[in-house]
């Protein structure tokens, strides 16, 4: 992890910089004696972790992490014990260190902000995964367009094309209901007939042998049916 110090103590900064030392997964870039010149340092390099001491002349630390538009993880450094309720408004901060600050609870600060990092990847990873799957791209005239998977609420088999209805926009598309519905998740989409796969969280109505989905009234076959009925919150 890359950080910087950042305390108008001279002393308080060779502490920090000598407990991280003895982390090899710490790299400390710079320290600096007041919040201005880190500012511009973080406009040209990139910090994972921020050791920030609270008072400071003229800018306080938290004066700092309110000027910097995307604050990285932040540890509190400082003799005061009165401002952990107001630090830990900001979803930045990790830990509140009071000085002087021991071995172990330096590395406990440091565990702390490591946890962070961990969960901050997973959920980036879990969203990323989460669109990915929501995400269908069609050809339409040597162009890859994006469809939001959950606004489909039909699809539609004309020969060689089929018809991909969404809630905002319809597309056609040179394929088949076969390689479509494979490519959708089967808990949202189900095949009615051999021209037809309905979004049945969009199903409006049914009557007799057909559904409506927004203004289109779909006909359901006799062997499909009864897979249909099964998905339905029958009353």
Not at 30 to 39: S, W
Not at 60 to 88: C, H, R, Y
Request: net charge negative; with cysteine.
């Amino acid at each position: 992890m890359n950080c910087i110090i950042i305390d108008d103590e001279a002393t308080a900064r060779a502490i920090i910089n000598q407990l991280c030392s003895f982390d090899k997964e710490l790299k400390v870039l710079e320290e600096f004696p007041n919040a201005i010149q880190a500012i511009k340092f973080l406009n040209q390099n990139d910090v994972d972790l921020i050791f920030l001491d609270i008072h400071m002349p003229d800018f306080t630390g938290f004066d700092f992490i309110q000027t910097i538009k995307n604050p990285p993880k932040i540890v509190l450094t400082t003799s005061d014990k009165n401002f952990a309720l107001e630090a830990f408004e900001y979803d930045c901060i990790v830990d509140y260190m009071v000085k002087p600050i021991t071995p172990a609870r330096f590395e406990k600060a440091i565990l702390k902000a490591k946890n962070a990092t961990i969960k901050e990847e997973e959920t980036s990873q879990s969203t990323k995964e989460v669109s990915q799957e929501n995400d269908l791209y069609v050809n339409i005239d040597r162009r890859l367009i994006k469809i939001d998977i959950p606004s489909i609420y039909l699809v539609e088999a004309k020969g060689d094309y089929i018809t991909v209805k969404t809630d905002s926009k319809n597309y056609i598309v040179h394929s088949t209901l076969k390689k479509i519905e494979e490519k959708l998740p089967d808990d949202l989409f189900l095949k009615i007939h051999r021209s037809y796969i309905i979004n049945t969280k969009k199903i409006i109505d049914i009557e007799d042998n057909s559904v409506l989905i927004a203004k289109d009234v779909i006909p359901v076959s006799r062997s499909n049916r009864p897979e249909l009925m099964k998905r339905l919150n029958l009353l």
